[in-house]
C-alpha cells in the first residue's frame, strides 16, 4: 500500500540501486578514459566526491524531516524521502572506504571495503522490503 514502510523501502531499494549503477558507470568511464586523480568535478583544483553530495542530500533529508516534512503518506515529500534516501546512501556508501581509510581508495583493493557497504544497505533494503508492514504507521 502507497505510504508504507514496505513501499517506501522498495523505493528506497529501486532508487538505491538504480543510483549504484548509474555512479558505477560514471565512475568506471572516467577510470578507463584514464581521468585519474583530475577526473570528474574539480573546484579550484581539489576534486569534489560524490560521496560530498550524498552527505548533503542526508542533511537535507534530515532537516526537512525534522523541520516538519516527516513520513506522513498524505504529503507529497513523504513520497520523496525514499528516493532521496536510496540515492543519497548510494553516493556515501561507494566512497566509504575513502571515509574509513581517511585515503582515495577507490580504485584500490582497499576500495572493496566500499562494495561491501553498498551490499549491506542493499541486504538490509531488499529484507525491509519483504517485511516491512504494508499498511501505512497511523500518527
Keep these: 500500500m502507497r505510504g508504507s514502510p514496505r513501499w ?10 538504480v543510483a549504484m549503477v548509474v555512479i558505477r558507470t560514471v565512475t568506471t568511464t572516467l577510470h578507463l578514459r584514464g581521468a ?9 583544483g ?9 552527505l548533503a542530500l ?18 507529497s515529500s513523504s513520497r520523496w524521502a525514499p528516493v532521496v534516501f536510496g540515492v543519497a546512501s548510494a553516493l556515501v556508501l561507494d566512497e566509504s ?15 572493496e ?13 531488499g529484507v525491509a522490503a519483504l517485511i516491512a508492514p504494508s499498511t501505512p504507521r497511523r500518527s
Design 8 to 17: 517506501r523501502a522498495r523505493w528506497a531499494l529501486a532508487a538505491f540501486v
Design 36 to 44: 585519474g586523480a583530475d577526473g570528474g568535478l574539480l573546484i579550484g
Design 46 to 54: 581539489v576534486h569534489i566526491h560524490h560521496m560530498v553530495f550524498g
Design 58 to 75: 542526508l542533511l537535507v533529508l534530515t532537516l526537512a524531516w525534522l523541520l516538519g516534512a516527516g513520513w506522513a503518506s498524505d504529503r
Design 97 to 111: 572506504a575513502l571515509i574509513l581509510n581517511l585515503a582515495d581508495v577507490y580504485w584500490a583493493p582497499l576500495g
Design 113 to 125: 571495503e566500499s562494495l561491501i557497504a553498498v551490499l549491506g544497505l542493499a541486504l538490509v533494503l
